[in-house]
């Protein structure tokens, strides 16, 4: 009986897990919700759209909530020590590149604390579940719109969250060991603040480049800007895994993609480039389970009328210099 409900868990999961399957979505053998245990007391909902639809799409949101029988109080101002449940449905208007268009790129994000293993047991605000759409453009989107949107995000969320709840009672966490292992010695001889403040270069404290796997891709040009991106890394004296077929958890990709942005917005690409930090993350309210956690990223999203090689030479620049900066702040102890 029990290996036909986790097979069942297993089926639903490719449907919660949202218009573009994540690893966010699913921890440790791949089904098991990161929701799993998710106390919603602890999680304050945001809603980031047209100003004029805000208040409707919170109360839509939370109707669905208590039609699924899920009692749901959350308070809509900044709180410490709430994770927050993130809807993003807000278009972007492209007046100048594409009138009377919009950019849109909707998500719904759990936003919470992990804990990296190697930074002393800090943990740092990340994603711990997700669902998203990718970017494309619209025209003007109707109040309906929203709220299909709005449905299958927040539908999506519920059956992840009940899956969760389902599965607590074989994966809550140990009350007596708050930490795993290697993890609660290095939190314990650290004595690191229960809550403060997170930087911009935090995700790379305590950084050992010899143990990430450094990779980059930008279509036809891929090897010219990976071996470009390589050689501006070992010039600031950063060596990361020389072994391009060794196996670790912690991976930086540089990514340089585009792709038409058709009859929306004839003859104009939608570019994307990112430098993201990958790594595996305990859930600090759960720590039996861990998530593919982007520690690190930076991106832009742009449309163009075409990307050059000089576009993608001088993203690349830009993206492995912010990573430089980044570490060095982090690491100074590393700076030669």
Request: charged letters at 25%.
């Amino acid at each position: 009986m029990k290996a036909c409900i986790w097979s069942i868990l297993i089926i639903l999961s490719v449907w919660a897990s949202g218009f573009n399957d994540t690893l966010e979505s699913w921890a440790g053998n791949g089904s098991v919700p990161t929701t799993t245990g998710l106390d919603l007391d602890t999680v304050r909902f945001q809603v980031i759209s047209p100003p004029e639809l805000e208040d409707h799409l919170y109360n839509r949101a939370l109707n669905h909530f208590a039609k699924a029988g899920i009692s749901w109080n959350s308070p809509r101002s900044s709180t410490k020590k709430k994770a927050v449940l993130q809807l993003m449905l807000k278009p972007d208007p492209m007046a100048k590149v594409c009138p009377g268009k919009f950019l849109y790129e909707p998500m719904l994000v759990l936003r919470d604390k992990v804990i990296v293993s190697r930074n002393g047991g800090k943990d740092i605000e990340n994603q711990t579940w997700s669902s998203q759409a990718p970017p494309h453009i619209i025209p003007a989107r109707t109040s309906k719109e929203f709220d299909s949107d709005l449905d299958e995000f927040i539908q999506k969320f519920i059956v992840n969250y009940q899956l969760g709840q389902a599965a607590y009672s074989e994966f809550a966490p140990d009350p007596q060991v708050p930490l795993s292992g290697h993890v609660k010695d290095m939190a314990l001889s650290t004595k690191i603040p229960e809550e403060h403040e997170t930087n911009a270069h935090e995700g790379l404290e305590r950084l050992n480049l010899s143990k990430v796997k450094f990779s980059g891709w930008a279509g036809r040009y891929t090897n010219q800007i990976d071996s470009r991106a390589r050689k501006q890394l070992e010039r600031a004296n950063l060596q990361f895994i020389s072994n391009p077929d060794s196996h670790t958890s912690r991976t930086l990709r540089l990514s340089l993609s585009s792709w038409p942005a058709r009859e929306e917005c004839p003859n104009k690409v939608l570019y994307e480039a990112s430098l993201v930090l990958t790594e595996r993350a305990q859930i600090k309210r759960n720590p039996k389970l861990y998530v593919w956690s982007d520690t690190w990223s930076r991106r832009k999203l742009t449309v163009l009328d075409a990307v050059s090689l000089e576009q993608l030479k001088a993203d690349q620049e830009d993206l492995i210099a912010d990573f430089i900066l980044s570490y060095r702040t982090a690491n100074p102890d590393k700076t030669p």
